[in-house]
């Protein structure tokens, strides 16, 4: 097949469902792939998805990120343009500084007793259901890093189902397929509601301090002891808080079914620390989250071959390179003490995910502690995935807790 019709069968809805066999049917062209001039997909130069050439691109500073054209007249993309994700350095190294400096080891400490706090009371309410069925998404995986990461940044948590209204449109906006009128207007919308409501809760910290995030992030700004305006605050904290949750939500609702198909691992998980990490990051690499990234080529150059002119844009499909069978023998295959490389799943290089540790501990410790309330879980019924190939992930998930 060519690279044209393994891309149109990727993009198509049985693509976004399993997008695994069109990803081997890449691999098999070979690490990069050229999107010829004509070709339905040519909004990207080529595609890559090699393990050590993806790891290589996203390593590499001279490969930027390039704003989208017109973005200044678009509220969503000025939004992003003025935040740490979505820009090259020297603006990145003073944004990704600020907020460096927040996520410190201490602090993730101090969220240890948080996330387990939050995990009990979820369980506890699961079990006091009485319901044998509930779905595992609303009552497990969205609450976990919604009411943690809301805590931590200090959004009040009355506020978080009309939050999760916003960011559903701006995720709808940033899949492959989400650039239409329609998309990009609500999206526009969302960010600017998320602006007022954080300019609001900002002024409410300064008059009102506390001992989250936002309190010590304005102090710091009001002292001039922080390089960023306002402005870029306030897109950093709209690109940080969804960043972090749909995310989180889905490395819980796509591992769980994996986890639950190997008993074995089941039983063993509430007693073994190094399993669960491990089974945190299998997981993470057989059905990451993130699915594409992409960057733009500083010069014409060669890549495996395919030729690339500087400023094209290159699709870096990191679903794809975390089943590379050349670093991942037996790629689709499920194993929570496979040596080898790390996976791709939160990135590499400059933009490496800010709040990986934080993902990897709610797993950590939360996935233990369900198993060893819930020994018997069960999936009800074949979970869909979200139909979006950027985040890729189930938003509905049926589970008995009692077998
Ligand atoms: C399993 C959960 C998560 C996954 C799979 C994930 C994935 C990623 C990926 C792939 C990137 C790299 C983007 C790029 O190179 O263009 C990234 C960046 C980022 N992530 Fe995460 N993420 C997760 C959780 C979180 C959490 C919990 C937070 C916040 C606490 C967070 C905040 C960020 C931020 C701020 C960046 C941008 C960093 C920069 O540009 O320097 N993420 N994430």
Same mark, same amino acid.
């Given at each position: ?220 700004? !009001? %002292? ?6 306002? $402005?870029? =605050?306030?897109?950093?904290?709209? #690109?940080? /808080?969804? &960043? ?28 073994? !620390? %190094? ?6 990051? $299998?997981? =993470?690499?057989?059905?990451?989250? #993130?699915? /594409?990234? &992409? ?28 089943? !590379? ?19 791709? &799943? ?58």
């Amino acid at each position: 097949m060519t690279v044209d019709e393994l891309l149109t069968g990727l993009y198509s809805e049985q693509g976004r469902q399993n997008p695994y066999p069109w990803y081997a049917g890449l691999h098999r062209l070979g690490p990069v792939s050229a999107v010829p001039a004509r070709a339905e997909h040519r909004t990207v130069a080529a595609v890559a998805v090699g393990y050590d050439l993806v790891d290589r691109l996203l390593r590499d500073p001279e490969w930027t990120k390039q704003p989208p054209p017109g973005w200044e007249e678009q509220e969503i993309l000025r939004a992003f343009q003025t935040s740490m994700m979505f820009v090259n350095p020297p603006e990145h190294t003073r944004m990704r500084h600020v907020f460096a400096h927040t996520f410190t080891p201490r602090r993730l400490d101090a969220l240890r007793p948080v996330i387990l706090r939050v995990v009990d009371d979820l369980l506890d309410r699961m079990a006091d259901a009485g319901d044998t069925v509930v779905d595992f998404v609303a009552d497990f995986a969205y609450p976990i890093p919604a009411l943690v990461m809301a805590e931590f940044i200090g959004i009040p948590t009355a506020e978080l189902a009309w939050y999760r209204e916003r960011v559903e449109r701006i995720d709808e906006f940033l899949d492959v397929a989400g650039k239409t009128p329609q998309r990009l207007a609500a999206a526009n919308t969302a960010a600017q509601e998320l602006r007022v409501f954080y300019r609001e809760l900002l002024a409410h910290r300064r008059r009102a301090p506390t001992d989250d995030l936002l309190s010590g992030l304005v102090e710091a700004l !009001d %002292a001039g002891g922080v390089e960023l305006t306002e $402005e870029e =605050l306030v897109s950093n904290l709209i #690109v940080l /808080f969804n &960043a972090s949750f749909v995310t989180t939500v889905y490395m819980f609702s796509n591992g769980l079914p994996l986890l639950l198909a190997h008993p074995e691992t089941v039983a063993a998980l509430p007693t073994d !620390d %190094a399993l669960a990490r491990g089974c945190v990051d $299998e997981v =993470l690499r057989l059905e990451s989250p #993130v699915h /594409f990234l &992409a960057r733009a080529a500083p010069a014409d150059t060669v890549l495996d071959g395919v030729p690339v002119a500087a400023d094209d844009n290159v699709l870096i499909m990191i679903g794809a390179a975390n089943r !590379d069978p050349a670093r991942f023998p037996d790629p689709d295959t499920f194993d929570p003490t496979r040596p080898g490389p790390p996976s791709l &799943a939160f990135g590499v290089g400059l933009h490496f995910c800010l709040g990986a540790a934080v993902s990897r501990l709610e797993g950590r410790l939360a996935l233990p502690r369900l198993l060893a309330r819930f020994p018997a879980l069960r999936v009800t019924e074949t979970p869909t995935y979200s139909g979006s190939l950027f985040l890729r992930g189930i938003d509905e998930l049926l589970v008995s807790t009692s077998g």
